[in-house]
């Protein structure tokens, strides 16, 4: 059993301000290509899905003159630490089991390196899955961020998310039985 829903936390009024701040749109997106992902890379699709809907939920809007700053942005942007916490202090406020709560932050915090002094990270499975589905959905020049969806039919689709994770969650369940 999931302890927390992809509609439960559509709902509570951190996602609403801070997913919706840095796209709603792709951060569905997102999660449908992790849902993709991690049946290919053998990854939990609840932790991988959780994490792709999160990961920009740490984004800062660094604006200048109503223009977004790209260079501000690069010099100062900890989206990913702050995202990690971020939504590390929600999934537990919904009642996430703490150790996955951590595995999708850590997924978090390293789904970019943009932020780290040059180097190769070597990810988990689950965090490259995180880190693919990001790019998936990527646009030119950050467009994904600006494409708009209704609340209506995001839960919608959260709510078909919900449903294909259980069914797995179910499938795999009963496999184990036999
Ligand atoms: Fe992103």
């Known amino acids: 059993m999931r302890r927390v829903s992809f509609v439960e936390l559509f709902k509570h009024p951190i996602t609403q301000k801070y997913v919706k701040r840095s796209g709603m749109a ?4 997102c999660a449908y290509h992790a849902f993709r ?3 290919i890379h053998g990854v939990d699709p609840d932790l991988a899905c959780k994490a792709a809907f999160l990961h920009d ?3 800062y809007t660094w604006y200048s003159n109503g223009n977004w700053d790209f ?3 690069k010099e100062n942007d900890i989206h990913a630490i702050k995202g990690a916490e971020r939504a590390h202090k929600l999934l537990i406020r919904l009642g996430e089991h703490p150790k996955r709560a951590k595995e999708i932050a850590l997924a978090i915090l390293l789904h970019t390196d943009s932020y780290l ?3 190769e990270l070597e990810l988990s499975p689950l965090q490259k899955v995180v880190a693919l589905a990001d790019e998936a959905d990527e646009e ?3 467009d994904h961020h600006y494409k708009t969806i209704s609340d209506e039919k995001a839960i919608q689709l959260l709510a078909k998310l919900d449903q294909l994770i259980n069914n797995v969650q179910n499938e795999d369940r009963w496999q184990q039985s036999v």
Not at 26 to 29: G, N
Request: glycine share 16%; no cysteine; proline share 11%.
């Open 117 to 119: 002094p040059e180097g």
């Open 140 to 142: 030119p020049n950050g």
């Open 71 to 73: 260079e501000l942005y």
């Open 37 to 39: 992902l991690a049946r």
């Open 57 to 59: 939920i740490g984004h």
């Open 26 to 29: 792709h951060a569905i997106s």
